[in-house]
């Protein structure tokens, strides 16, 4: 039996504690802290938790005997709390982004193999039955070598949902919604796509003169090959319509999934394969949906880890990667020119202090407020 302690109880906590809750055989949680311990206490009563509450970390580390920690706090604070937590001999599980900048990504993976401890980075929509059913079919090449991908991270959020106090700044979100919500796309794209030779791309703010960041990236990425993928991070589609579509030699494939196959004819002009649809149709769906998705699936992949059970299907290195392809997009808006993979420590942006001091405040950030009255998440995505 796993103890498991949650360090941050905003917004993303109750999915952390759902997933826990999912799994009372294997695993219970034994606290909560956050520096605004009356949200702790709320959820505390809400989910009926027997737990202690901290108002900071370090406490929780002296006084209770934990194997786990989930880090739902900014990310400007993962850093630190995971380093902590990893050295206090305690697997981790974080946020996504996994931290603020590159430098303290490989400090966080440093920690990790020093204590020999597992560090895996929430990307929940890995473990969805569509992604897992799509990276198979990819995986079987019957579409030929990927000549172009599509990305389309689309997103809504109003004006106010940059009214927290540190959403919207590069200081403490690390980024906009590049950063902090096509991330899942992004991770999703690298897993199954790999990460590209180079980056070129713009980010604008157009919607929220509330936030220093951007509500709207465009990154074109280039591969060795010659192949082009385009990645639209957005913060202002209405209808958060979301999709990622693989268009290779022989056939383009999606999710949403949607199946499409050509031949050509003699004139060039295509002609429908059907016999291709149907066997990339029969992959697709002739696979096992997977028993728990989303969090409770991610939980369930680190605490079997943990317990030698399974590989760590994301770990500080994938994590890492993800992160990386985020910030080659933001130095190459910020920089404006392309930017060239991968990422060293001689780039510009590979530390915090290097980020805040390249990057371009779209607006200023004013009146702020401490929590809203509501935390709850209307919207989880469409793919």
Known sequence: MLNVAIVGTGAICPSHIK????????????????????????LKEEFLLDVSIYDNYQDLLKNEDVDLISICTPPYTHSEIAIGSLN????????????????????????????QKLLSVI????????????????????????????????????????????????????????????????????????????????????AHDNAEVEDISIAIARYADGSLAQITSSVIHHGEEQQLIFQGEKARVSV?????????????????????EQKLTDVYENQSALVYEGHPGQINNMINAINNKEPLLVDGIQGRQTLEL??????????????????????????????????????????????????????????
């Open 326 to 383: 985020i910030t080659a997009i933001y130095q190459s808006a910020n920089l404006k020119q392309t930017v060239s993979l991968p990422l060293t420590e001689k780039s510009p942006f590979y530390t915090r202090k290097g980020i805040l001091s390249s990057v371009n405040h779209f607006h200023e950030k004013g009146k702020s407020v401490e929590n809203f009255s509501s935390n709850n998440i209307t919207t989880g995505g469409n793919y």
């Open 256 to 276: 949403p999934w949607k199946v499409k196959a050509s031949v050509s004819k003699e004139n060039g002009f295509p002609e429908e394969n059907s016999e291709l």
């Open 123 to 206: 990307a929940q929509n890995r473990f969805t039955t569509p992604m897992m059913n799509l990276k198979n079919v990819l995986d079987t090449e019957l579409i030929g070598n990927i000549l172009h991908t599509q990305v389309d991270s689309y997103w809504w959020r109003g004006h106010s949902y940059y009214d927290l106090w540190w959403r919207g700044t590069w200081e403490k979100e690390g980024g906009g919604c590049t950063l902090n919500h096509a991330v899942h796309h992004i991770d999703i794209f690298q897993w199954m796509r790999g990460i590209p030779t180079e980056v070129t791309a713009v980010i604008s703010n157009t």
């Open 19 to 42: 997933g826990y809750l999912t799994f009372p055989g294997k695993c219970r949680i034994v606290a909560l802290c956050d520096i605004y311990p009356d949200k702790a206490e709320r």
């Open 88 to 115: 206090a001999g305690k697997h981790v599980l974080v946020e996504k982004p996994m931290a603020s900048s590159l430098e303290e990504c490989d400090s966080m993976n440093e920690a990790a193999k020093k204590n």
